[in-house]
C-alpha cells in the first residue's frame, strides 16, 4: 500500500519575513503556512533543504516556466503517524535566507496525447 504524506512547510513565527502577505484562503485570516504539498515517493524534506519556487517569468500567473531554490530553509521536521492508516503528516519549521534568484526554465516531457495511444472502441 502506498504511504501518503502531508508536508507542511511553516514559518517559525507569524512574524517572520512576509507575514502580512501570507493569508487563508478565503477567508483571509493571516497565517504562519508557507506552502503544503502532498508526497507519495517516500522522500521527506531534510534540514538544510531550501522550499523551491515556481513562477512564469514571460507571463505571471499563466502556469509555470521556471524554479528556483527559495528563501526559506528547513530547520526543524516534525512527524505524526495515523495508527490505523498510512497516512502521516509532515510539519517543516522555516526560516527566511534570502538567496541571489537563480532562475532555471523547467523542461517539460511530451503531451499526453502524444505519450499514450487513443483507445480502442
Not at 485570516?29 to 521527506?44: M, N, P, Q, R, V
Request: charged letters at 20%.
Amino acid at each position: 500500500m502506498m504511504n501518503e504524506t502531508w508536508i507542511v512547510f511553516k514559518a517559525e513565527s507569524l512574524s517572520a519575513h512576509g507575514w502580512e502577505e501570507r493569508k487563508l484562503l478565503p477567508s483571509g485570516g493571516l497565517t504562519d503556512i508557507l506552502a503544503t504539498e502532498w508526497d507519495f515517493s517516500g522522500k521527506l524534506p531534510q534540514v538544510g533543504d531550501r522550499l523551491r519556487e515556481y513562477a512564469n517569468l514571460q507571463d505571471p500567473g499563466n502556469g509555470v516556466t521556471h524554479g528556483r531554490d527559495g528563501d526559506w530553509v528547513v530547520n526543524q521536521i516534525d512527524q505524526f503517524s495515523s495508527f490505523d492508516t498510512n497516512q502521516r503528516i509532515v510539519v517543516c519549521y522555516c526560516s527566511y535566507q534570502p538567496v541571489e534568484a537563480n532562475w532555471v526554465e523547467l523542461h517539460r516531457g511530451k503531451p499526453i496525447d502524444q505519450i499514450l495511444q487513443p483507445a480502442q472502441i
